[in-house]
């Protein structure tokens, strides 16, 4: 079925061409423009797939006619298409962590036996740490910060045991307490944050349940995420002085 397209708008003094429409049904934009087919310019275009097109438009096109409003649809992923993101990312990715416990970590067997000895049990061999230490040995940079209470919970404390395993395969691992974060006006959300351009929102219910995983590429939004990322690294410590700081309080 054909679209139904609505002229947006133009810079053209003369001519027809460039210019927006919107598809009515979908609000996706239609640029119209001069076709970029050198290969040497096509060959510099990143995430250009097959089947795809690039035009060249004025810059002032989009200032003037581009979208100024419009109400963001959650762009929902599911697990195996997050995942990917791990494999797929080129230099950085980054995780807030601010949670008091996570169901996941609950039904863990590392958990349990935490639990029983105080120490935690791990798979070196699991895809997780494989492809990590697969990433960080081709010089990517894998890390995260997480928020810890005073005194820190059950599986806060797990958590903490388990960041020599993470460290191990080269993720850097970053605490911070609770109300230092909240000095630092860090948010509470949990995310990853992927070259600093993407961002996947992990949303999580009342019984720290996984419900869904959102992504962002707004880039005012990755913006925001990304000062969160500098402000939560830059007043965060490694996590064996953490827990240096943690057995001195008990």
């Known amino acids: 079925m054909a679209r139904q397209l609505l002229f947006t708008g133009t810079d053209s003094k003369v001519d027809g061409c460039p210019a927006l429409h919107t598809d009515v049904s979908t609000g996706e934009i239609v640029v119209q423009g001069t076709p970029v087919t050198d290969p040497e310019d096509i060959a510099q275009l990143r995430h250009f797939g097959p089947g795809e097109a690039a035009v060249l438009v004025p810059r002032e096109l989009l200032v003037n006619w581009g979208p100024k409003e419009m ?17 797929t990312f080129e230099h950085t990715a980054w995780r807030l962590e601010t949670r008091r416990g996570y169901a996941s970590d609950r039904q863990d067997p590392d958990y349990q036996a935490f639990l029983a000895t105080g120490s935690s049990t791990w798979d070196p061999s699991e895809p997780w740490f494989t492809n990590i230490r697969r990433q960080t040995e081709a010089g990517k940079t894998v890390g995260r910060v997480r928020i810890a209470d005073r005194p820190p919970t059950t599986e806060q404390l797990f958590l903490l045991d388990y ?4 460290a191990s395969v080269g993720e850097d691992i970053r605490y911070l307490w609770r109300e230092e974060a909240d000095r630092a006006g860090l ?24 419900l ?11 913006v925001r995420y990304s000062m969160v990322r500098d402000a939560a690294t830059h007043h965060a410590v490694l996590y064996d002085q953490f827990a240096a700081q943690v057995a001195a309080t008990e």
């Open 71 to 87: 109400e963001r649809v959650p762009e929902l992923v599911d697990r195996d298409t997050f995942l990917r993101l791990f494999e």
């Open 187 to 210: 948010p509470a959300e949990d995310f990853w944050l992927f070259d600093s351009r993407l961002v996947a929102l992990l949303n999580f219910d009342d019984d720290d349940n996984l």
């Open 212 to 222: 869904n995983i959102e992504l962002i590429t707004e880039p005012a939004e990755v």
């Open 163 to 166: 960041s020599r395993h993470n």
